[in-house]
Each structure stands twice: as structure tokens, then as C-alpha cells.
């Protein structure tokens, strides 16, 4: 359901963890949760995974060879010596989540949390036409 100002409501749902953000971090948390059999979803204000690297400048590459890039669980896919270009990365990051199946949400902006009890709550605002990336 979405309201006349952008936000949406959701039917509520509890997870044993909402992670904010499909980064390196993000989706690296993501799949630590995925092995222990939790309850999780990732939330992403991005139109993609991988988005906030392909946002970044053309000429961008990142400082560490690939060797050292890779996420837990997936080597990045190039020879040790190379440096990827943002666009690499954020390929990367995308196939990534998509091979872990990873249930991130993309389009959606955490605005709040608030905690009532023990009991973490988000209220999030989509930021266009939410989609889930990945089942």
C-alpha cells in the first residue's frame, strides 16, 4: 500500500535481523544470516544492487587488487593483480547476492528505528517502485 506522500505501509513481518544497506557489509552480514538460518531481509534505497558503486565516477577503480575483494563465500572473479573498475564491483555485488539468493529489497529507504521493549522497529519510504531483487 502506498500513501499520497511516497510512503508505503507494510504489513508488518518480524525478522531475526533487518540489515540496512546491499553493500560489501550488507550483503557479506546477509549471508553469514543465510548460513545460520535466520530470518532476515536487506534493505536498499538503490534501483539495484550494486548501484551505489555504479554511481560513483567513470575513471573509478578500487585501490586493493582483486584478491583481496572478494565477499565470503564467492573469490572475486579475476586474476589476483587486477583492479576493478566500479562497474566490476558493482557486477560483482549483484551476482553475488543473486548466487546467495539473498532477500534484498532495492528501492527502499530506512527513515527511522525505534526500539519498543526488546523489539526493533523500521519504518522505511520507497524511493520509486520497490522490487525485490532476489528470492
Given at each position: 500500500?502506498q500513501?499520497?506522500?511516497?510512503?508505503?505501509?507494510?504489513?508488518?513481518?518480524?525478522?531475526?535481523?533487518?540489515?540496512?544497506?546491499?553493500?560489501q557489509?550488507?550483503?557479506?552480514?546477509?549471508?553469514?544470516?543465510?548460513?545460520?538460518?535466520?530470518?532476515?531481509?536487506?534493505?536498499?534505497?538503490?534501483?539495484?544492487?550494486?548501484?551505489?558503486?555504479?554511481?560513483?565516477?567513470?575513471?573509478?577503480?578500487?585501490?586493493?587488487?582483486?584478491?583481496?575483494?572478494?565477499?565470503?563465500?564467492?573469490?572475486?572473479?579475476a586474476?589476483?593483480?587486477?583492479?576493478?573498475?566500479?562497474?566490476?564491483?558493482?557486477?560483482?555485488?549483484?551476482?553475488?547476492?543473486?548466487?546467495?539468493?539473498?532477500?534484498?529489497?532495492?528501492?527502499?529507504?530506512?527513515?527511522?528505528?525505534?526500539?519498543?521493549?526488546?523489539?526493533?522497529?523500521?519504518?522505511?519510504?520507497?524511493?520509486?517502485a520497490?522490487r525485490?531483487?532476489?528470492?
Open positions: 500500500m500513501t499520497n506522500k511516497g510512503t508505503r505501509l507494510l504489513t508488518a513481518r518480524r525478522y531475526d535481523a533487518i540489515v540496512i544497506g546491499a553493500g557489509a550488507g550483503l557479506s552480514v546477509g549471508y553469514y544470516l543465510a548460513q545460520h538460518g535466520r530470518s532476515f531481509v536487506i534493505l536498499d534505497a538503490n534501483e539495484r544492487v550494486g548501484d551505489s558503486w555504479r554511481k560513483r565516477w567513470d575513471s573509478l577503480r578500487l585501490f586493493t587488487s582483486s584478491g583481496f575483494d572478494g565477499l565470503p563465500g564467492m573469490p572475486y572473479p586474476a589476483s593483480r587486477a583492479y576493478p573498475t566500479k562497474d566490476e564491483m558493482a557486477d560483482y555485488l549483484e551476482a553475488y547476492a543473486k548466487r546467495f539468493q539473498l532477500p534484498v529489497i532495492t528501492n527502499t529507504r530506512v527513515v527511522r528505528l525505534s526500539k519498543e521493549g526488546k523489539v526493533y522497529t523500521s519504518s522505511t519510504r520507497v524511493c520509486d520497490s525485490r531483487t532476489t528470492s
